[in-house]
Nanobody, 132 residues
Framework: QVQFVESGGALVQPGGSLRLSCVVS????????IGWFRQTPGKEQEGVSY????????YYADSVKGRFTISRDNAKNTVYLQMNSLKAEDTAVYYC?????????????????????????WGQGTEVTVSS
């Protein structure tokens, strides 16, 4: 059973920082891509970032590049999203996502729109609100 347990979302002022965590069970992060997407009511789902296995290459949406950093700890089977210099437009529910049934890319791809998730499994989400 694939499970994602996310945490770290909070209310934060513009310019502040948060670190989101996602503990994964059911598969090993050593061999599969995992990432984060975010969702705000009335807006399209937006891929934020993902990290590939083996070479640990990272990919980011233009809107967060230079401010967010994705990382993983394979020993803990946990992926993180460090978010700095937060803006009001970062307000969203953040989901970690990976679909190991789809192979090593696990549903993630990078196209003209940036990181895109096409898989069918993700976590419960953690809410981030950036407001003064």
């Amino acid at each position: 059973q694939v499970q994602f347990v996310e945490s770290g979302g909070a209310l934060v002022q513009p310019g502040g920082s948060l670190r989101l965590s996602c503990v994964v069970s059911g598969f090993m992060l050593d061999y599969y891509t995992i990432g984060w997407f975010r969702q705000t009511p009335g807006k399209e789902q937006e891929g934020v970032s993902y990290i590939s296995p083996n070479d640990e290459r990272t990919y980011y949406a233009d809107s967060v590049k230079g401010r967010f950093t994705i990382s993983r700890d394979n020993a803990k089977n946990t992926v993180y999203l460090q978010m700095n210099s937060l803006k009001a437009e970062d307000t969203a529910v953040y989901y970690c996502a990976s679909d190991p049934r789809l192979g090593l890319l696990s549903g993630w791809t990078y196209d003209q729109e940036g990181p895109t998730y096409l898989g069918a499994s993700w976590g419960q989400g953690t809410e981030v609100t950036v407001s003064s």
